[in-house]
Structures are given as C-alpha cells and as structure tokens.
C-alpha cells in the first residue's frame, strides 16, 4: 500500500530533550516536506527537499533540522525542544513537488513541557 | 509573492450545496490544489486546476479563473462527512497551505 509513515504519532516530551520525528514513504517520491500545524495558522512549511541531499528552509525552519540521505525517509529533528514547538507535524512526499499532489502521513502530536 | 483569500468558516445543511471561495495573487502560476482536512487528521488531495473551468469529481467540482484570480470548490449533496477544512493552496517546493475554509455541515 503506497503510503507515508511518520513515528512516533504522539508523544511528550521536556524541554531541552532531542527528539526526532521519523518520515518514511514507499512511493519513490522525489520530494518530501515537514509542516507543523497550529490552531487558526493553517499549514505551515518547516523543511522540503528536493530530492536526496537537497534540502532547503520553508517559512518556519527556526528550530528544526533535517536530513535527506535515502530518498524514502525524511526525518525532522529538534534539537533542543521548546514548548512553543508544541504542534501538529505532518509530512508529506509527491512525486514532483513543483506541481504533484502531496500524500500526507498521518500526523505527530508533540508537546513539550 | 504569493496570497491567498478563504472564507474562514461556513455552515450548511445537508443535502444542500456550498462554494468556498478562494481569491489569490501569484507573481507566477502554475495552478490550484484544493485538499480537504478533517479535524486532527492529515489532508488529502481534492483537485488540481491549472486551467480555466469547471472540473467535475462526482459530488465536488472546483471552478479556476486564472484572469480574476479566482477559484471556487463546490460541494453539492452535502453529507455530514463532508464537515471538514477546505484548503486552496499554490503548488510548488515552498508549498505552504492558508487556514483554509471550516465547512460544518448540520442535519
């Protein structure tokens, strides 16, 4: 089944404590991309990639960190978690991010205390 | 640069039709998605429009008007499923999605 798989799907966490989120799709998509969602802010963009060691910002990096090694995975880490990264993270691959329909996991829950 | 315009909520009853609108300004266009988002759920892709017209997709259609910057997508036969957020969105690799459209449909 083509699909995108995030883990964990929630989890609490304190502040200070690395974490990272993993992203992994089975659908050979070039490109993958990590938004955080918050109550009245709509999807925002943290991180995209292109394609394998591409990658670049989106309009909320700060804090975050990514890598693109292997073309299936994407993983979204945070290095020292605040609570004001408490959120909603989705990612999501397409084929050709340029104009592709985005497949979406299904979401991770954090809280940082 | 890029914006755009959505109703924030809207209500409606079942069996009824709505149109959520979404007005834009684009620098370059290189068409529409709608998506749809049930609450604490992931979106999922409706439609993609890059040219003008109507497109029809069983009970949903999304409308594209590139000269007035302007789409609209049409639920007809409105279902209490189809409460959910309506999202229109640009694409492109800085893809980023407004708050979108709240439909809450009442029996």
């Known amino acids: 089944e083509a699909q995108v798989t995030q883990n964990p799907r929630y989890l609490i966490t304190v502040t200070g404590k690395k974490l990272t989120v993993t992203c992994s799709q089975n659908m050979n998509h070039e490109y993958m991309s990590w938004y955080r969602q918050d109550p009245g802010l709509g999807l925002r963009q943290i991180y995209y990639s292109m394609n394998v060691e591409v990658t670049d910002k989106g309009d909320v990096p700060e804090g975050y960190k990514v890598s693109r090694k292997e073309k299936r995975n994407f993983p979204l880490i945070l290095e020292s978690p605040s609570p004001n990264q408490t959120s909603l993270y989705f990612c999501?691959?397409?084929?050709?991010?340029?104009?592709?329909?985005?497949?979406f996991g299904e979401g991770s829950r954090l809280t940082v205390l | 640069g890029q914006n755009i315009d959505q109703p924030t909520e809207m209500t409606a009853t079942e069996g009824a039709i709505v149109q959520i609108n979404c007005t834009y300004q684009?620098?370059?266009?290189?068409?529409l998605f709608w998506y749809q988002q049930h609450a604490g759920e992931a979106p999922t892709f409706l439609s993609y429009n890059v040219l003008d017209g109507l497109e029809e997709k069983g009970r949903f259609s999304s409308f594209l008007s590139r000269s007035k910057g302007y789409s609209y997508l049409l639920l007809k036969e409105l279902q209490m499923k189809d409460s959910a957020s309506y999202l229109c969105a640009f694409p492109g690799y800085k893809l980023s999605f407004g708050a979108g459209t709240t439909v809450t449909v009442r029996a």
């Open positions: 684009t620098s370059g266009f290189n068409g």
């Open positions: 999501a691959s397409s084929l050709s991010g340029a104009t592709g329909e985005l497949f």
